[in-house]
């Protein structure tokens, strides 16, 4: 069995009025597959899998011509699963908020603010993601980390 490391994550970002939002879990998921230095011996594989749902103000109809025009905020909560020993938590999240923010500034331009990855309680998982969020996962990974991450979704 490999060596993995599960980190409970909350992703979250600001993103353009047209973004969608399963584009935008599809874009984190293919993201982490290669966390640390690719090609060098840093690099790592990854899985990542969550759910994502938009986090958006309330907005009253008369709001809604001026609001349209404005960013939208979007979350994830899930779980990473890092292969390879001697990682710590602190590493992986690391590399994983790196990977994002690059990711999300070449697919969505600047706007504004890097996204924010933060390591989280396992519970606040399972306790804080939506009904409605959609599933998203990082498609065609090492199955062990498929199968160590997927024991806790």
Do not use: C
Request: no cysteine; aromatic share 8%; proline share 5%.
């Amino acid at each position: 069995m490999l060596d993995s490391l599960i980190v409970p994550l909350f992703v979250t970002t600001d993103l353009p009025p047209e973004a969608e939002l399963a584009e935008f879990g599809e874009l984190l998921a293919e993201t982490a597959r290669m966390l640390g230095r690719e090609g060098e011996a840093g690099g790592y594989e990854a899985f990542l899998a969550g759910q994502v749902f938009w986090l958006d103000r309330p907005v009253l109809p008369e709001q809604r011509p001026a609001a349209e025009g404005e960013l939208r905020f979007a979350g994830m909560l899930g779980y990473l699963a890092a292969s390879g020993g001697g990682h710590t938590a602190r590493q992986v999240v690391g590399d994983v908020r790196r990977a994002i923010g690059a990711a999300v500034a070449g697919r969505y331009g600047d706007v504004g603010v890097a996204p924010a990855v933060f390591a989280i309680r396992d519970q606040d998982v399972r306790e804080r993601t939506p009904e409605t969020a959609l599933y998203v996962d990082t498609r065609d990974a090492a199955a062990e980390l498929v199968s160590a991450a997927k024991f806790y979704l």
